[in-house]
């Protein structure tokens, strides 16, 4: 059973702090990893994708992936109350499979 | 560029009522489509997805069904509704390699009386 693991929060920050989102998968053989954002009540909308080891900058948002250890981590720099929302961890798709796996997903919440 | 859209946005049906959802894709050819719920407070759970017409995948025994009668088109069905059939219903779109990113649609909300 594929898995994507994430802490639902919430996480709480204050307006200007980095906020960190962690995720953990459990197939090796995924290919590309992807971070959405979902507003309450509003369906997801991709923030960025990730497909190899590494950092990867999309102006204040940075997608990590550490294959070895099965992680991937979302990092919002200058966090604003407009980025309080849940954010949707998914592993792509591996072994020509067309399913990609998504995690539950972790609140953020960004106080002023 | 590309649009996925999905109607209606809002329905409230009594049980035992019967059920059609409409998504459609615009702007590629032969994508790969997808229908996903998320019930309140909870993570999305893929019900069906379709690599081709006519060709239709099932995740999740139940009483839903999915049609994709046209390249772009993907029809979410239902004979009977269920109040657990209660949901934000979603539905994606992917083109190319397994591994290309989702796209979702805008989304209907389905409540079961």
């Known amino acids: 059973q594929k898995e994507v693991e994430q802490n639902s929060g919430p996480l709480s920050v204050p307006e200007g702090a980095i906020a960190s989102l962690n995720c953990t998968y459990s197939?090796?053989?995924?290919?590309?990893f992807f971070w959405y954002r979902q507003y309450s009540g509003k369906s997801p909308e991709l923030i960025m994708s990730?497909?190899?080891?590494g950092d990867k900058e999309d102006g204040r948002f940075t997608a990590q992936l550490n294959k070895a250890s099965q992680y991937v981590s979302l990092l919002i720099r200058d966090s604003q109350p407009s980025d309080s929302a849940t954010y949707l961890c998914?592993?792509?798709?591996?072994?020509?499979?067309?399913?990609?796996?998504f995690g539950r997903g972790t609140s953020l919440i960004v106080h002023p | 560029s590309q649009t996925i859209h999905q109607w209606p946005a809002t329905l409230v049906q009594p049980v035992g009522s019967p059920l059609s959802l409409e998504c459609t894709v615009e702007?590629?050819?032969?994508?790969?489509l997808y229908w996903y719920r998320q019930a309140a407070g909870r993570g999305l759970q893929l019900l069906f997805y379709s690599v081709g017409i006519g060709q239709i995948s099932s995740e999740v025994p139940q009483n839903l069904s999915a049609s994709r009668p046209q390249d772009r088109q993907f029809i979410l069905s239902s004979k009977k509704l269920l109040l657990s059939d209660s949901g934000f219903y979603l539905c994606?779109?992917?083109?190319?390699?397994?591994?290309?990113?989702?796209?979702f649609g805008p989304g209907t909300r389905l409540t079961v009386l």
């Open positions: 197939d090796r053989g995924s290919q590309s």
């Open positions: 994606a779109w992917s083109v190319g390699a397994p591994t290309d990113t989702q796209y």
């Open positions: 990730i497909y190899s080891n």
């Open positions: 998914a592993g792509g798709a591996s072994g020509g499979s067309y399913i990609p796996t």
């Open positions: 702007g590629t050819s032969n994508p790969n």
